[in-house]
Nanobody, 117 residues
Framework: VQLVESGGGLVQPGGSLRLSCAAS????????MGWYRQAPGKQRESVAS???????NYVDSVKGRFTISRDNAKNTAYLQMNSLKPEDTAVYYC????????????WGQGTQVTVSS
């Protein structure tokens, strides 16, 4: 199973970006999916998660600004990020709990998000 992220880049404060995470490979189902981020010198933190039933959870610092969603038919999760702030600058990683016959966590390679004027 591979998770491929896309959509990162450089954006000015107050701007928006939409990240995508597409899962591919032999799998039976995907349970929870989530987005994490890691800024330089900091630990990786959970940003948002979504269950297979579309229940969502967010870290307090992004509530009201970020929205996680998923398209189960495409095995893809999205993170819509609005009102971006410089402190959102980080490498964003996708995570998915996938059933391939064995249920395991998989990680994407990461995509850089830089918020700067």
């Amino acid at each position: 199973v591979q998770l491929v992220e896309s959509g990162g880049g450089l954006v000015q404060p107050g701007g928006s970006l939409r990240l995508s995470c597409a899962a591919s490979g032999r799998l039976f189902s995907i349970y929870a999916m989530g987005w994490y981020r890691q800024a330089p010198g900091k630990q990786r933190e959970s940003v948002a998660s979504i269950t297979s039933g579309t229940s969502t959870n967010y870290v307090d610092s992004v509530k009201g600004r970020f929205t996680i969603s998923r398209d189960n038919a495409k095995n893809t999760a999205y993170l819509q990020m609005n009102s971006l702030k410089p402190e959102d600058t980080a490498v964003y990683y996708c995570n998915a709990r996938v059933d391939t016959g064995i249920v395991e966590n998989y990680w994407g390679q990461g995509t850089q998000v830089t918020v700067s004027s």
